[in-house]
């Protein structure tokens, strides 16, 4: 069961491809205790904001991506966060949140049968897994970008 899901497209794109770049981020650019710190309330608050829509056709999880707004915040409020960390701590935030939600559900017996995990990051390049951390890696280019427009303009920075 495990390796005929990891064998799927969808596992590839939304699952292993973005936890290896989150694996070379973290090891290449650790996040500081203050980021470990925006990071673990961040998973708490969208695990607690966490909501299902279960039909017979379907099983959704709908997961409010804190974390990617906790980052745009610090980086308004001027505090650095490299793409590769963003990335990471919004991919990491998400897929515990998203595996947590699962085995609860699967505890529950909702899920049916299968194995608790055959879900997460089941839409491939359309889920949220991979989605969100592009869009926190986007965030941290485009607050550089305008950075140094601002100070190539000769405006302040801060």
Known sequence: MLSV???EPATWIAVLIPALIT???LLSSPLSPSQ????????????????????????QLFVIPV???WIAGSLYRGS??????AFAA???SLWVVDMAQAAIQHSKGTLGDGAFYAGVGGAGAQ??????????????????WRQQAQ????????
């Open 5 to 7: 899901y990891l064998l």
């Open 23 to 25: 694996l070379w981020a």
């Open 36 to 59: 470990w710190r925006a990071w673990g309330i961040s998973t708490v608050l969208a695990m607690l904001c966490a909501r299902w829509d279960i039909s017979e056709d379907v099983h």
């Open 67 to 69: 974390v990617l707004f």
């Open 80 to 85: 650095y966060w490299a793409g590769r960390q």
């Open 90 to 92: 919004a991919f990491t």
């Open 127 to 144: 889920d949220g897994l991979i989605l969100f951390p592009l869009l926190a890696w986007a965030v941290t280019r485009y607050i550089r």
């Open 151 to 158: 100070a190539g303009r000769g405006l302040s920075v801060a």
